[in-house]
């Protein structure tokens, strides 16, 4: 029966939808930031994995096809952002401020931290993307010759602790302003941020959506220079 449901093209998107679904009710249930269903949903398809011994290879078989919904699904965030088009207009000189300085402080932040930990270049590009979203990441990390596999986790691992630890740091920050929490989380947690800042509010979830692409495209072109300054 097993090898029958490892070999079953829909097993690595059905598996995902049930640990997604088991992370949605934890959360309902205890309201807590650390049972984020990202992270429950990792959790759990990694643990059904090793249990089962089942290979990466056959899990993904179905699992890309849940991957493929990621681009449509970063394009369909500008929809948000049209409904607040207004606030963007009114304050477009700050918001491009705030883009620009939280993607030069992420880079800056990499650059730092493989200085102090002694990352080779390979290891030190491979981190580079981690602030940007999967669909760009993956791309940035390849061409400057980065571990693709590895830069993927830690984007997952960047977006989870950006969601889960928010509302903490603005409430430590005192930051209340609508539209500072939205560009804070899209600019430093893309995609998964966005889902945290649209629980937030429209505002911050419009202002997150327009940080994705922005900070994105800022990082394609920040990338190619830091990644000479190592």
Same mark, same amino acid.
């Given at each position: 029966?097993?090898?029958?449901?490892?070999?079953?093209?829909?097993?690595?998107?059905m598996?995902?939808?049930?640990?997604?679904?088991?992370?949605?009710? *934890?959360? =309902?249930?205890?309201?807590?930031?650390?049972?984020?269903?990202?992270?429950?949903?990792?959790?759990?398809?990694?643990?059904?994995?090793?249990?089962?011994?089942? @290979?990466?290879? @056959?899990?993904?078989?179905?699992?890309k $096809?849940?991957? $493929?919904?990621l681009?449509?699904a970063? &394009?369909c965030?500008a929809?948000? !952002?049209?409904?607040?088009i207004?606030?963007l207009?009114?304050?477009?000189?700050? &918001?491009?401020?705030g883009?620009?300085?939280?993607?030069? +402080?992420?880079?800056?932040s990499?650059? *730092?931290? +493989?200085?102090?930990?002694?990352?080779?270049?390979?290891?030190? /590009?491979?981190?580079?993307? =981690?602030?940007?979203?999967? %669909?760009?990441?993956?791309?940035?990390s390849?061409?400057?010759?980065?571990? &693709?596999?590895?830069?993927?986790? /830690?984007?997952?691992?960047t977006?989870?602790?950006g969601?889960?630890?928010?509302?903490? &740091?603005?409430?430590?920050? =005192?930051?209340?302003?609508?539209?500072?929490?939205? #560009?804070? !989380?899209g600019?430093?947690?893309?995609?998964?941020?966005?889902? =945290? +800042?649209?629980? !937030?509010?429209? /505002?911050?979830?419009?202002?997150?959506? #327009? %940080?994705?692409?922005? +900070?994105?495209?800022?990082t /394609?072109?920040? %990338?190619?220079?830091f990644?000479?300054?190592?």
């Amino acid at each position: 029966m097993m090898e029958f449901i490892k070999n079953s093209a829909f097993f690595g998107a059905m598996i995902s939808l049930i640990a997604y679904e088991i992370g949605l009710i *934890l959360k =309902k249930k205890f309201k807590m930031a650390i049972f984020n269903p990202l992270l429950i949903s990792i959790i759990c398809v990694i643990g059904v994995l090793l249990i089962f011994h089942i @290979d990466y290879d @056959d899990y993904n078989e179905g699992g890309k $096809y849940i991957s $493929y919904l990621l681009t449509p699904a970063t &394009v369909c965030l500008a929809v948000p !952002l049209y409904e607040q088009i207004h606030l963007l207009k009114k304050n477009l000189k700050a &918001v491009a401020a705030g883009i620009f300085s939280g993607t030069l +402080a992420g880079l800056c932040s990499i650059l *730092l931290m +493989a200085k102090l930990f002694g990352f080779d270049h390979q290891e030190y /590009v491979t981190m580079l993307p =981690k602030s940007i979203t999967t %669909a760009i990441g993956m791309g940035v990390s390849e061409e400057l010759g980065g571990i &693709v596999t590895i830069t993927v986790a /830690v984007i997952i691992i960047t977006g989870v602790l950006g969601n889960m630890l928010a509302e903490v &740091v603005y409430r430590i920050a =005192k930051i209340e302003e609508p539209i500072a929490k939205g #560009l804070g !989380l899209g600019t430093s947690a893309h995609a998964i941020g966005t889902a =945290k +800042a649209m629980e !937030l509010g429209p /505002v911050e979830g419009a202002m997150s959506s #327009l %940080a994705i692409a922005v +900070a994105g495209l800022l990082t /394609v072109v920040g %990338a190619s220079v830091f990644s000479g300054m190592m």
